[in-house]
């Protein structure tokens, strides 16, 4: 079952099987290898990011003073800025893994 496509380099419709590609077993590999990588580091980033609001809102744990009379809320903000950025590198470095995947699905295709 083909799906319309987009005009080609020379103007011709050209046309690929869109749901051939999806059912495909290295389409799946790669659906399955995103998830399993960005659903826990999203579930994560998540927890680690609404707990700060949740300890101050409803505890004093955050309250003690942890060095330099800084408390850890303060110690808490702090990590939650390199948190993200470490979840950012980890996530851009581990996307490059993706990209080849997804080339090499789209060489096949065309190929």
């Not at 999806?22 to 707990?51: A, D, E, G, M």
């Not at 003690?64 to 110690?75: G, R």
Request: with cysteine; net charge positive.
């Amino acid at each position: 079952m083909a799906q319309n496509g987009a005009l080609g380099k020379k103007g011709k419709e050209s046309t690929i099987d869109y749901t051939q590609i999806v059912q495909s077993q290295k389409f799946q590999n790669l659906l399955r290898q995103k998830r399993n990588f960005i659903l826990p580091l999203s579930i994560f980033f998540f927890v680690f990011y609404f707990t700060l609001p949740v300890l101050t809102a409803y505890s004093t744990v955050l309250n003690q003073e942890a060095f330099l009379h800084m408390s850890w809320a303060w110690v808490f903000a702090f990590a939650e800025f390199v948190m993200t950025w470490t979840l950012c590198t980890l996530y851009t470095k581990k996307a490059r893994s993706f990209d080849k995947i997804a080339t090499e699905i789209k060489q096949e295709i065309k190929g």
